[in-house]
């Protein structure tokens, strides 16, 4: 069970890096982003999640 939380722990991280690149914010807070997720994945994908860069796919009409 751990494996599989594991797994989709990596992918929403992942997913979340590649969203951070292709957003339009400054290359500083990309790093910034993440590097907070990679330290913190879990939190780092909740703290960027509800607060991090949004690009155009997640913008909320």
Sequence with gaps: MEFIFGVVVLLLDIWAIVNI??????TLS???????????????????????????SRAIA
């Design 21 to 26: 690149f292709s957003s339009s914010t400054t």
């Design 30 to 56: 990309k790093v910034l982003w993440t590097i907070g997720i990679i330290v913190l994945p879990i939190v780092g994908f909740i703290a960027w999640f509800l607060f991090g860069p949004k690009s155009g």
